[in-house]
């Protein structure tokens, strides 16, 4: 996996307090989901240069949980990939949300995963800093600015303030707005996953 940390199973708890799936035997359900797993989360992965296996093919992060209740998490992930096919949020806003609601939640694999996804979708690194140290920046654009105070707010207050959602609004229209609440909602249930099972995150790879 070019740019990704090379993982193995003895290095680390990689599945946290859940242990990895494939450490026990499989049903054809649970298999099915690791060949679902290799199909559409591998490659992607690949491009980015982020982990979401061990060497030995252990899936990791929120993957695993999918592996280990294939009923709940492929739905889960079919809700993913088709908001990330039909959004009308372009791929560098969509990261800057997805790495506030990280942020904010101090999810670690989900920090390491679209810190790395954010710089390959073209999200400038001063732009990634401010996000993840939760302040606004002059370096956003003022869309950015928008998306990200909007998503700031609605991750760590549970509601948005009037001129908030008015920014939002002449952003990204109504329509970018219910994309924008309804990706909020996918990775505020990923960031709950991760840290109610305490998944570690490789190390973070240098920009560039």
Same mark, same amino acid.
């Given at each position: 996996?070019?740019?990704?940390?090379?993982?193995?199973?003895?290095?680390?708890?990689?599945?946290?307090?859940?242990?990895?799936?494939?450490?026990?035997?499989?049903?054809?359900?649970?298999?099915? @989901?690791?060949?679902?797993?290799?199909?559409?989360?591998?490659?992607?992965?690949?491009?980015?240069?982020?982990?979401?296996?061990?060497?030995?093919?252990?899936?990791?992060?929120?993957?695993?949980?999918?592996?280990?209740?294939?009923? @709940?998490?492929?739905?889960?992930? @079919?809700?993913?990939?088709?908001?990330?096919?039909?959004?009308?949020?372009?791929?560098?806003?969509?990261?800057?949300?997805?790495?506030?609601?990280?942020?904010?939640?101090?999810?670690?694999?989900?920090?390491?995963?679209?810190?790395?996804?954010?710089?390959?979708?073209?999200?400038?690194?001063?732009?990634?800093?401010?996000?993840?140290?939760?302040?606004?920046?002059?370096?956003?654009?003022?869309?950015?600015?928008?998306?990200?105070?909007?998503?700031?707010?609605?991750?760590?207050?549970?509601?948005?303030?009037?001129?908030?959602?008015?920014?939002?609004?002449? @952003?990204?229209?109504?329509?970018?707005?219910?994309?924008?609440?309804?990706?909020?909602?996918?990775?505020?249930?990923?960031?709950?996953?991760?840290?109610?099972?305490?998944?570690?995150?490789?190390?973070?790879?240098?920009?560039?």
């Amino acid at each position: 996996m070019t740019g990704a940390a090379q993982l193995s199973i003895g290095d680390r708890e990689w599945g946290g307090r859940l242990p990895l799936a494939s450490h026990g035997p499989l049903t054809e359900d649970q298999l099915a @989901a690791q060949q679902r797993l290799r199909a559409e989360v591998v490659p992607w992965a690949r491009t980015a240069g982020v982990a979401v296996a061990t060497a030995e093919g252990d899936f990791i992060g929120p993957f695993n949980a999918f592996v280990h209740r294939p009923a @709940a998490g492929m739905p889960y992930l @079919a809700w993913v990939l088709a908001d990330q096919a039909q959004s009308s949020l372009a791929a560098p806003l969509r990261e800057i949300i997805i790495l506030t609601v990280g942020t904010a939640w101090n999810s670690e694999y989900e920090i390491y995963v679209h810190t790395a996804m954010a710089r390959h979708a073209g999200v400038t690194e001063p732009v990634i800093g401010a996000v993840l140290t939760g302040h606004s920046s002059t370096d956003f654009s003022s869309t950015e600015a928008a998306v990200h105070r909007f998503t700031d707010e609605l991750a760590r207050t549970h509601s948005v303030r009037d001129d908030t959602y008015r920014l939002a609004i002449d @952003a990204v229209g109504q329509t970018g707005v219910l994309d924008m609440v309804n990706l909020i909602g996918a990775y505020l249930a990923t960031s709950a996953l991760l840290n109610a099972f305490r998944v570690p995150a490789p190390p973070q790879a240098e920009p560039g």
